[in-house]
Nanobody
């Protein structure tokens, strides 16, 4: 049974930083593209970042480029999202996702498994 467990969310002031983690189990982690998406109240789930299984290809949403960094540790079956220079508009529930043979890393439809999410709240 595949499980994805996010952690690291919380409350931070604008301009601050947080690092999210997602621990995966029940899958061959290095074969999966790992992605982060977020969903704010009343909005659709939005692509944030993705990283290929080997770690060689990274993708970012336009709103987070230059501020967020995705990384992974295949030995620990964990993917991270380092978030710097946080803004109030980054407030959302952040979800980790795993996708096999992903061809559209920006699309939530390409991901097979999802975590339950972790809340990030950025105060102004």
């Amino acid at each position: 049974q595949v499980q994805l467990a996010e952690s690291g969310g919380g409350l931070v002031q604008a301009g601050g930083s947080l690092r999210l983690s997602c621990a995966a189990s029940g899958l061959t982690f290095s074969l999966y593209t790992m992605g982060w998406f977020r969903q704010a109240p009343g909005k659709e789930r939005e692509f944030v970042a993705a990283l290929s299984g080997s770690g060689g290809d990274t993708y970012y949403g336009d709103s987070v480029k230059g501020r967020f960094t995705i990384s992974r540790d295949n030995a620990k079956n964990t993917v991270y999202l380092q978030m710097n220079s946080l803004k109030p508009e980054d407030t959302a529930v952040y979800y980790c996702a795993a996708g096999y043979l992903v061809t559209r890393p920006f699309s939530r439809l390409d991901y097979n498994y999802w975590g339950h999410g972790t809340q990030v709240y950025v105060s102004s």
